[in-house]
């Protein structure tokens, strides 16, 4: 069975500092990985997604993600956050092979952006 | 609003009794996920329906849980003879299958039903 492990648990930042936060997965196929935001308040949200193809994904608000098979990482990036990036950040994986829909999540990072 | 909605937002029930959660998927999409969230952790999967076809379930859905899409279109979720520990927010998701076309296949998600059980 997969399994996705998000190392920074709670993460604070000032305002313009850069963001990375660490995703790693373990399942030996194919796979589809995403990241997804929760802010305080709201539903789960979809922020960027890899499929194929480059394994640098851009998704909204400036976030960006690279998948490195080697390492069966998918780490987010944001070169400077915002106050309003604070929020919960989950990293997400599922099979593209075989019947297996869900999506296995890791966590979850809590970050805490400081004016 | 065309997302994804489940009612109630919040349900507090005394332990024993049982709950229903309704989850109205985004029109169009053929596959329906459900989702159980605790404190300080992801969402953790518990089944999922393509049209009314329970197609898989998690060993965490015991059989005092229950879930049913009976035309394809909502969904519910019965839990019987609640206990403390299925205190956490339930999660709702929908998505549109639609053979290899997988950049459709992602999942939109309900804003949640907390269950709070006494």
């Known amino acids: 069975a997969q399994s996705v492990s998000q190392h920074n648990h709670h993460v604070i930042l000032s305002e313009a500092a850069s963001l990375e936060l660490g995703c790693n997965y373990s399942y030996g196929g194919t796979v589809n990985l995403f990241w997804y935001v929760q802010y305080p308040g709201q539903h789960l949200q979809l922020l960027l997604k890899?499929?194929?193809?480059?394994?640098l994904v851009k998704g909204i608000k400036g976030f960006e993600a690279e998948f490195i098979k080697s390492k069966f990482s998918f780490n987010l990036r944001k070169p400077s956050v915002q106050w309003s990036d604070t929020a919960e950040y989950f990293c997400a994986v599922k099979p593209l092979l075989g019947t297996a829909s869900k999506l296995t999540f890791g966590t979850g990072t809590r970050l805490q952006v400081t004016l | 609003d065309t997302g994804v909605s489940q009612d109630p937002r919040h349900k507090i029930t005394k332990r024993g009794q049982n709950v229903t959660f309704r989850c109205d998927p985004i029109s169009e999409h053929n596959r329906l996920y459900w989702y159980r969230q605790t404190l300080g952790q992801g969402p953790e999967f518990l089944t999922y329906f393509q049209n009314e076809a329970q197609l898989e379930k998690s060993r965490l859905l015991s059989d005092r849980f229950s879930a049913e899409r009976p035309k394809g279109s909502f969904s519910t979720l019965e839990i019987q003879r609640t206990e403390q520990g299925d205190s956490a927010m339930y999660l709702c998701a929908s998505s549109y299958s639609a053979g290899q076309d997988i950049a459709k296949n992602i999942q939109y998600f309900g804003a949640g039903t907390r269950l709070s059980v006494l």
């Open positions: 890899y499929f194929s193809g480059d394994p």
